[in-house]
């Protein structure tokens, strides 16, 4: 089980979850923040401080939300992460299914 960043942080990045994270695997892409789910450590410290609660649970996700399992794991496709989420800083890019989202 790992957590996942859903639609409700498109547009919005507070990135309050990447200052709180212990294991540094939240990354800021162009529109909204991602999660490795192969560094995440399952803590929820990220989840706790979400304010529109787009971190969850992956086995809790329902309906539409189910795809940003992958969505997440897409926007890793290709990309250095060596340097953890807050040394990276913003990655210019997203999923393919968050970039083509309309700008809202």
Same mark, same amino acid.
């Given at each position: 089980?790992?957590?996942?960043?859903?639609?409700?942080?498109?547009?919005?990045?507070?990135?309050?979850?990447?200052?709180?994270?212990?294991?540094?695997?939240?990354?800021?892409?162009?529109?909204?923040?991602?999660?490795?789910?192969?560094?995440? @450590? +399952?803590?929820?410290?990220? &989840?706790?401080?979400?304010?529109?609660?787009?971190? !969850?649970?992956?086995?809790?996700? *329902?309906? #539409?939300?189910?795809?940003?399992?992958? @969505? +997440?794991?897409?926007?890793? &496709?290709?990309?250095?992460?060596?340097?953890?989420? !807050?040394?990276?800083?913003?990655? *210019?890019? #997203?999923?393919?299914?968050?970039?083509?989202?309309?700008?809202?």
């Amino acid at each position: 089980m790992a957590f996942v960043v859903t639609q409700a942080c498109v547009d919005v990045k507070d990135k309050s979850c990447i200052q709180v994270c212990p294991a540094d695997c939240l990354f800021e892409g162009a529109r909204m923040m991602y999660i490795n789910s192969d560094q995440c @450590i +399952n803590c929820g410290a990220c &989840e706790a401080v979400c304010p529109t609660q787009a971190i !969850r649970y992956d086995d809790e996700l *329902d309906g #539409d939300e189910e795809q940003f399992v992958a @969505i +997440n794991d897409q926007f890793f &496709e290709g990309i250095d992460i060596s340097k953890g989420g !807050r040394k990276s800083g913003m990655i *210019d890019h #997203d999923a393919e299914f968050v970039a083509q989202l309309p700008k809202g």
